[in-house]
C-alpha cells in the first residue's frame, strides 16, 4: 500500500493522517471514507492519533469492517506511534453504502457528465455517448449495456432528447423500473412531473432525490451509467460526489473563453473530492460547410485542448456544429440514431471509444 510521505519533522500532522485514511476504501465501493466525507473528526498530538468516524446503513459489521482497515494502515505508518479509533454507527438510516450500494451493485462503471457553464450542449452530449456506448462491443461479443440518469434536476431534457414520455413503473413499494428507449434505461425528474410544474427545491431535497435515483431504481445489470448533471458545482455535484461510487467525470464545454474558464473551475470542484478526471469534451467546435468543406470557428478555437492541458487530463475530441444535432434533440432521435454517418456522429463514436477504453468495462 502506497503511504503519503510525511513532514520532515516526521511528526504526524492532521492532514498527514487524512492521506493516510484515503486508502481505506468505504466497504464495497471504489472510493475512500475521506471523500464520502464520513471522517468527522481528527486529532494528532505527539504520534498520538484520535479518529472518528460516523457511518450509517443496515449492515451491522460495517463499524469493525471499517476499523479494522483503519488500524491497518495507521499501524504500517511510522510516524503514528498509537491511535484510538471511534467509529460510531447509525443503524437504518440511509446514507452512503446501504440502500445505493445494493441497486448500482450490478453497475461496472459510473461516468458523469459535467459542465462548469450551461448552454454547451452537455446532456444532448451526454444522451448521444450513450446511445454510442450502447453500440459498441464488449469483450463477450455483446452489445454494451448503458444507462442515463438525468440529475439536472432543475432542468431536466434527457426524456426530451432520447424521445421519451412515458412514466416509470413501479415494481413493488419504493422501487421504480427505469424507462427504455434505443436500448438505454433512463431515470430523470422530466419523467416524474409533468411539463409545467417547476421543480423549486433546495439542496436536502437536492440530495434526497439524487440518493433515490440510486437506491429506489432498478438499474439491473449495466456496463455503464452516465450522469448528466447541471452546470456549476451546486448541491447535486457535491451530493453525487458524496453518494455515487464516480469512477470519473468528463467535462464538456465550448471553445469560448468563458466556457472554458467555467469548465476549469468546476472540474477542479470534482479533484477537491477526489473523482478523477476522465477527459475533456469539446462541443461546437466550429461550423462545416458540408460542400465546400469550408470550417467557420464561431465561438473562438482551441478552448477544449487548452482546457485538457491546464486540467492535465486527455482531451477526447471535438463535435461540430450541425443542424442534424439540434433537430435530433428536439425531434427525440439521438444524431447517433438518426444520422449515424454524419460528421458529428463520427466524432462522438471516436470519442466515445476513447471513454471506453479510459474507464474499461473490465479491469
Known amino acids: ?28 465501493y471504489s472510493r475512500d471514507i475521506v471523500s464520502f466525507g464520513l471522517v468527522t473528526e ?23 469492517t471499517i476499523k479494522a482497515e483503519i488500524t491497518k494502515v495507521l499501524d504500517g505508518a511510522p ?20 440502500n445505493e450500494k445494493n441497486n448500482l451493485a450490478g453497475v461496472k462503471r459510473i461516468i458523469a457528465i459535467a459542465s462548469g457553464k450551461g448552454g454547451v450542449g452537455k446532456s444532448t452530449v451526454t444522451a448521444n455517448l450513450a446511445c454510442a456506448l450502447s453500440r459498441q462491443q464488449g469483450d463477450d461479443g ?29 415494481l413493488e413499494e419504493n422501487l421504480l423500473s427505469p424507462v427504455e428507449n434505443y436500448g438505454l434505461k433512463v431515470m430523470s425528474m422530466g ?15 437536492v440530495m434526497k432525490t439524487i440518493q433515490q435515483f440510486a437506491s429506489n431504481v432498478a438499474w439491473g445489470e449495466l456496463d455503464y ?47 477537491k473530492v477526489n473523482v478523477p478526471l476522465v477527459g475533456v469534451i469539446e462541443n461546437m467546435s466550429y461550423l462545416l460547410n458540408e460542400s465546400t468543406g469550408v470550417k467557420s470557428f464561431l465561438f473562438g478555437q482551441g478552448g477544449g485542448p487548452l482546457t485538457a492541458q491546464k486540467l492535465e487530463t486527455p482531451f477526447l475530441g471535438e463535435i461540430p ?18 444520422n ?6 463520427v466524432a462522438i463514436h471516436a470519442i466515445a471509444e476513447e471513454i471506453a477504453s479510459l474507464v474499461p468495462v473490465s479491469g
Not at 154 to 160: E, N
Not at 191 to 205: A, H, I, K, N, S
Not at 238 to 252: E, F, K, R, T
Request: charged content about 20%; proline content about 8%; hydrophobic content about 35%.
Open 1 to 28: 500500500m502506497n503511504q503519503p510521505l510525511m513532514n520532515p519533522s516526521n511528526m504526524t500532522t492532521e492532514e498527514d493522517i487524512l492521506d493516510l485514511l484515503k486508502n481505506v476504501k468505504y466497504p464495497g
Open 42 to 64: 481528527v486529532k494528532s498530538t505527539d504520534g498520538h492519533a484520535q479518529i472518528k468516524v460516523e457511518v450509517s446503513g443496515d449492515d451491522s459489521t460495517l463499524p469493525n
Open 79 to 98: 510516524s503514528v506511534k498509537s491511535h484510538d479509533i471511534q467509529v460510531v454507527f447509525k443503524q437504518g438510516e440511509k446514507g452512503s453504502g446501504s
Open 142 to 170: 455483446q452489445t454494451l449495456s448503458v444507462g442515463v440518469m438525468d440529475c439536472d434536476l432543475y432542468g431536466p431534457s434527457i426524456p426530451l432528447q432520447l424521445g421519451i414520455s412515458e412514466q416509470p413503473t413501479a
Open 191 to 205: 419523467l416524474l412531473v409533468d411539463d409545467e410544474t417547476p421543480v423549486v427545491w433546495r439542496g436536502p431535497m
Open 225 to 271: 451509467l452516465l450522469i448528466d448533471l447541471p452546470p456549476g458545482t451546486g448541491d447535486a455535484q457535491l451530493s453525487l460526489a458524496q453518494i455515487l461510487p464516480l469512477d470519473g467525470v468528463v467535462i464538456v464545454t465550448t471553445p469560448q473563453k468563458a466556457a472554458v474558464d467555467i469548465a476549469r473551475r468546476g472540474a477542479r470542484m470534482f479533484s
Open 321 to 338: 456544429l450541425m443542424e442534424e444535432v439540434r433537430q435530433g434533440a428536439d425531434h427525440g432521435i439521438p444524431t447517433i440514431i438518426g
Open 340 to 345: 449515424p454517418e454524419g460528421k458529428a456522429s
